[in-house]
């Protein structure tokens, strides 16, 4: 018996739409940097204008890199088998990276999680977005949308 991993939700959102996202995410921490540090404001916050130190330069180029890496990841891994096993692990990783993305999100204050209202284009990906992945993960893991396949004879 084997389970059919469908195209829509979760083919095309984790194999496509959520490591394009993670490839846009690096290259505007590593080529826009100081947008990007201007974007991560929530609510009146004075914008971030002087020059970029080196050692923010250098995590940014680090988190750019990791963005890439995990776009990476989850495309030519996912892409590469219908192991439900291995979906599973690496999905449940990524959900664990999702909750410390969402707690590294937190010095904004705790309205960057439901003031909708009020989010820019950065809080839209670094909490819309993750919530959707989040949310979309949890369904994969526990299995909505999945379907077993199997020879009926060998059941009956």
């Not at 705790?110 to 009020?118: G, L």
């Given at each position: 018996?084997?389970?059919?991993?469908p195209?829509?939700?979760?083919?095309?959102?984790?194999?496509?739409?959520?490591p394009v996202?993670?490839?846009?995410?690096?290259?505007?921490?590593?080529?826009?940097?100081?947008s990007?540090?201007?974007d991560?404001?929530?609510?009146?916050?004075?914008?971030?204008?002087?020059?970029?130190?080196?050692q923010?330069?250098m995590?940014?180029?680090?988190?750019?890199?990791l963005y890439?890496?995990?776009a990476?990841?989850?495309?030519?891994?996912?892409s590469s088998?219908?192991?439900?096993?291995t979906?599973?692990?690496?999905?449940?990783?990524l959900?664990v990276?999702?909750?410390?993305?969402?707690?590294?999100m937190?010095?904004?204050g705790?309205?960057?999680?439901?003031?909708?209202?009020?989010w820019?284009?950065m809080a839209?990906?670094?909490?819309?977005f993750?919530?959707?992945?989040?949310?979309?993960?949890?369904?994969?893991?526990?299995?909505?949308g999945?379907?077993?396949?199997?020879?009926?004879?060998k059941?009956?």
């Open positions: 018996m084997s389970t059919i991993i195209f829509f939700p979760y083919r095309l959102f984790f194999l496509y739409i959520e996202s993670a490839l846009a995410g690096a290259f505007y921490a590593a080529f826009m940097p100081r990007y540090l201007n991560l404001s929530f609510g009146p916050v004075r914008p971030f204008t002087y020059l970029t130190p080196t923010t330069t995590a940014l180029f680090q988190l750019a890199n890439f890496l995990f990476l990841n989850e495309h030519f891994v996912l088998t219908n192991s439900l096993k979906w599973r692990r690496l999905l449940a990783g959900l990276a999702d909750i410390g993305h969402l707690i590294s937190a010095p904004a705790y309205d960057i999680f439901w003031r909708v209202d009020q820019n284009a839209w990906g670094s909490v819309g993750v919530y959707l992945g989040a949310t979309t993960r949890i369904c994969f893991l526990t299995g909505v999945l379907k077993n396949t199997g020879d009926r004879s059941k009956e």
